[in-house]
T-cell receptor, first 113, second 107 residues
């Protein structure tokens, strides 16, 4: 079966702009999580959605937001981009029940200039 | 607080040598722990989960609740084991990752 797909793979944006990243989970998976990966901070949790409801949110400013659609696809949005938002953004999907295994996408590399 | 600590940023060994990647955790309750691996230019993928108690690619990891550790071990390292390894703890609808250890296996 197809894995987790993230688009686009690479993005270059200017400070102050906004960006939307997309994640298509594995078919049948209802949970989608987002993580930010940077050399300095490692992998940090952004938020998790299950059946269009946000169940948990990490310690990020309100500029970071997300949503999940009825087909389980998810988007995350970052407004008023800052240089420090440059990172690899990873999406993971799982069945969402119990402690099911999370499968990760290839990530979107965001560079803010 | 829920936390995962991987004390080594880099572990370099020769091929055929034993490997131990350290992971310590802080969690109140019964933890569930994973090891994820990221090979060069590949996505992050699950290597082991403690509840399955299986060996994958020769790697094993045992949960030691007394020492709050979940170290990853392999008796004989191979060059293809070179990768970034992350220990992760299941939190509330999220994974809490350690900072990762880069394993370099030299020929």
């Amino acid at each position: 079966k197809a894995g987790v797909t993230q688009t686009p793979r690479y993005l270059i944006k200017t400070r102050g702009q906004q960006v939307t990243l997309s994640c298509s989970p594995i078919s049948g998976h209802r949970s989608v999580s987002w993580y930010q990966q940077t050399p300095g901070q490692g992998l940090q949790f952004l938020f998790e959605y299950f059946s269009e409801t946000q169940r948990n949110k990490g310690n990020f400013p309100g500029r970071f937001s997300g949503r999940q659609f009825s087909n389980s696809r998810s988007e995350m949005n970052v407004s008023t981009l800052e240089l420090g938002d440059s990172a690899l953004y990873l999406c993971a999907s799982s069945l969402g029940r119990g402690r099911a295994e999370a499968f990760f996408g290839q990530g979107t590399r965001l560079t803010v200039v | 607080a829920q936390r995962v600590t991987q004390p080594e940023k880099l572990l370099s060994v020769f091929k055929g040598a034993p490997v131990e990647l350290k992971c310590n955790y802080s969690y109140s309750g019964s933890p569930e722990l994973f090891w994820y691996v990221q090979y060069s230019r590949q996505r992050l993928q699950l290597l082991l989960r403690h509840i399955s108690r299986e060996s994958i690619k020769g790697f094993t990891a045992d949960l030691n609740k007394g020492e709050t550790s979940f170290h990853l071990k392999k008796p004989f390292a191979q060059e293809e084991d070179s990768a970034m390894y992350y220990c992760a703890l299941v939190g509330s609808y999220k994974l809490i990752f350690g900072s990762g250890t880069r394993l370099l296996v030299r020929p």
